[in-house]
């Protein structure tokens, strides 16, 4: 099973600030790499498919870029309804396997 | 307008079964993959199983092989989830998600989950 590594596992962050989280695959999965947004008591949402694909009604404030093995989801002034946990997923193979999460708090 | 709504979680004792459904609608449901996803009570998400858009091949996670069983009813556009040999450790949220048009894995809408609990 490919393995995957987020980072950190929670920040601290004010609005307006740029976050940045990482992930790493334990090998190549080409660009097969998801952002999932979740805020507490609700599913998960899908934000970025694809490495860098924005999923319909996402704000531009998010990007995501990367390849291969390391991949980073980008947010740029960081507002109120962004304090969420953040998790990335390769779609390369099966089984799909998520990372540990990012939980994004506000100080 | 994409809905996919859970059901059938509940307290169940160790050895235990359970079925989960997840009514679908908004989309044609045989044209996608779908899958089960859980999450541990304040831990992250785990893929449990899931069904291609054909109905006809499954997968399933190491940690429920053997226990777990994914259907569909295409007839009424619902999945399933037969959960058998039940054990602590499957507690959980359990979610149903859509596969993305022509991306089996890629996971572009949730359902809301049903809480599994198995204690005794």
């Known amino acids: 099973d490919i393995q995957m590594t987020q980072s950190p596992s929670s920040l601290s962050a004010s609005v307006g600030d740029r976050v940045t989280i990482t992930c790493r695959a334990s090998?190549?999965?080409?660009?097969?790499l998801n952002w999932y947004q979740q805020k507490p008591g609700k599913a998960p949402n899908l934000l970025i498919y694809a490495t860098s694909n924005l999923q319909s009604g996402v704000p531009s404030r998010f990007s995501g870029s990367g390849s291969g093995t390391d991949f980073t989801l980008t947010i740029i002034n960081l507002q109120p309804e962004d304090f969420a946990t953040y998790y990335c997923q390769q779609s390369y193979s099966t089984p799909p396997t998520f990372g540990g999460g990012t939980k994004v708090e506000i100080k | 307008e994409v809905q996919l709504l859970e059901s059938g979680g509940g307290l169940v004792q160790p050895g235990g079964s359970l079925r989960l459904s997840c009514a679908a609608s908004g989309f044609t449901f045989g044209n996608y993959a779908i899958h089960w996803v859980r999450q541990a009570p304040g831990k992250g998400l785990e893929w449990v199983s899931g069904?291609?858009?054909?109905?006809?091949?499954?997968n399933y996670a190491d940690s429920v092989k053997g226990r777990f069983t994914i259907s569909s009813d295409n007839s009424k556009n619902t999945l399933y989830l037969h959960m058998n040999s039940l054990r602590a450790e499957d507690t959980a949220i359990y979610y149903c998600?859509?596969?993305?048009?022509?991306?089996?894995?890629?996971?572009?809408?949730w359902g809301q989950g049903t809480l599994v609990t198995v204690s005794s």
């Open positions: 998600a859509k596969a993305a048009r022509y991306q089996d894995l890629e996971f572009d809408f």
């Open positions: 090998q190549t999965i080409n660009s097969y």
């Open positions: 069904l291609n858009g054909g109905g006809y091949l499954t």
